[in-house]
């Protein structure tokens, strides 16, 4: 049937399905039997490629990589708005890299509080300790950010409402969804098909009756919410690709009968978002506006975080909580007062007062990791719909976001016709080893966070401080998200050697339509680690002398990235070796279509018609003094022209000497010698693929053979 017109909604039919009038919400029996049967006969059927479930952090992402890719896309949620208060609002550094990777980390920067310092506080309430937030120089950003999530979500959507070929529509949730078994395996079909409801009004956060936002949540227990049925309508569409990133009470899951397995801690912690009135500030020098521990003897742990606009986070262990039979609590007799006296407890001899509060929230810590993470590689699960874990440490959104921005690309180059559907299954194999990673660094935090400080040296149930100061710098590296190491795949082409010591497997990248194991030369780039994220250092343009971050010139546009370290380009014999991997590239330009110039930034989601078949770019960076060897020396693969456009001037740089800002020495950073350089491969969601010689091109060409639809 034709998709009917709507001039309120696109892509929503105006059908209205009947009004429910029985105590109970739902439609007499009849009614909902003759209901069925028009939804059966007249709903309409209307086509996107992928379909996301959920407007959250996770499906957003899902969504402005589908924009930066040019790909129709729907995303669904069942809420009448995007979050206002609360929620999740740590940032931590590799989020902040993936964010700036789409030019959008700039407003996130100015507006947020940074944690660069954690003070930590026991017994009577004195500073045991002071230390930095995160690895000092391991990023490009020296410290994570604390912004609302909300403003996360405006930044995303304000990017993504930039693209004609992403629509959101909210006040709209699924009803159902199904596979078509006989077109599973053809990639180019929409099998999946996802009935939609639209209501005229949807879920609203719960408001309390002065205004502020609430939440009480325990891991695993249904939300029900309460739908305005007055106005309802539905549409049937038909996509290649959903996502469910819908929440740890994922609809999505559900439906597909997937379960979370863990289990259920008797930690109960309440959170406030308030501005605090307190001597507390006073006397210990602003300690409430660093990230802060404070554990006692007897009433249990509270942690501070300040957060914008004067605000801080303030988690308050509930110590006394009685926890039933089930294993829950009793949800009815927490209030904020609940928490504000338990924090007040807590923090004695020191006052803790506040007039204005943003937000309210109580949870129960449970730590789960769903098992399966997509049904056939047409639906797939994100975010808190496949792990849920305490708070604290800050992981939920950054992990969520991670999540997509691992999925995302891939699906992309398999809706454009780019890569073979195979690469799908790289997305479970990869982000579930990080989510069972996850859970067990979440078990142990929350046990540090929830133990009492020792009494002496004889308690031996207690928590040494020191323990828990060292504890805290080891996590440092999984917590500020570096800690993501990718296993041997189709993407991750490692050595045997590489692979053995990382994680006791020999496998590399296997090309299926040989067999072949193609595997890459770690010692080549002993610090640029394969299955990691490809660090960032500071190079010279060739052209200008301006200094840039490298990571600036690899955005997230669904390329990859061939990274050609040069070496000594002086030396003769080292220029013939690049002029040689240029000529063998331009010999297989067939296989492996690059982008033929370098774009701004800015413009770089709006590529030209006939660069839509790239599937790379190429950036050369070599260690000669920039005055020793001319621009125009290097081959023309490597600094092209055009004849509308002229030459390309931002493919070429330098690890050198700065004029202003000295000499960061990017090859010693990335472990490749000066005079022989190497080829590094970086996926588009900035991981290390491969890594080869000069001469291997033919193994380049193996890796992408792997992975590639032939031309």
Sequence with gaps: MARSQSTTSPGISKRKIGQLDD??????AKKRMAEDAIRESEVDVSVTLPLIIGAGPAGLMAALWMARCGIKTLVVDKR?????VGHADGIQCRTLEILESFDLVDRIWKESCHMAENPGSDGLIYRSSRMSNTIPGI???????????HRIEDILLEEIHKCSTVEIQRNVEPTSIQMDSKKIHNHNAHAVTVELRRTAKGISEPVMSNGNKASIWQSGEPQHAHVDQSETYYEKFRARYAIGCDGAHSWTRAQLGFCMEGEQTEYVWGVLDIVPLTDFRRILVADIRSRCAIHSA???TIMIIPREDGLVRIYCQLSTMVIRNDGRFDRSSITPDTILQAAQKIMKPYKLEYKHRDWWTVYQ???RVGNQFSAEDRIFLAGDAIHTHSP???QGMNVSIQDTYNLGWKIAMVIKGLAKPSILKTYETERRGIAQELIAFDQEYSRLWSSRPKKDTQDQDGLSMVEFERAFVQQQLFSSGFGVHYSPSLLTAKSSDAATEMNGSSTGATNPSDGDVVTSNQHLATKTVLGQ????????NHSDARSWHLAHWLPSDGLFHILLFAGDVSQPAQMTRVRNFAAEITARSHMLPLQRRQRSRKISRRRPSEEQAAVARLLTIHSTPRQAVEIHHFPPLLFPYDEELGYDYNCIFVDGESYYEGHERAYEGYGINLVRGCVVLVRPDQH????????????LERYFAGILVEP
């Design 23 to 28: 105590s109970e919400g739902n439609p007499p």
């Design 80 to 84: 009448d708005a995007k979050v206002r």
């Design 139 to 149: 990023s490009r950003f020296p410290c994570g950010v604390l912004l609302a999530q």
């Design 298 to 300: 007897e009433s249990g």
């Design 365 to 367: 810590i449970g730590q």
């Design 392 to 394: 604290k440490a800050g």
């Design 533 to 540: 994220r490809f660090p960032s250092f500071k190079v010279i």
């Design 688 to 699: 290390v693929a491969w890594i080869g010689e000069l001469e291997d091109v033919q193994g």
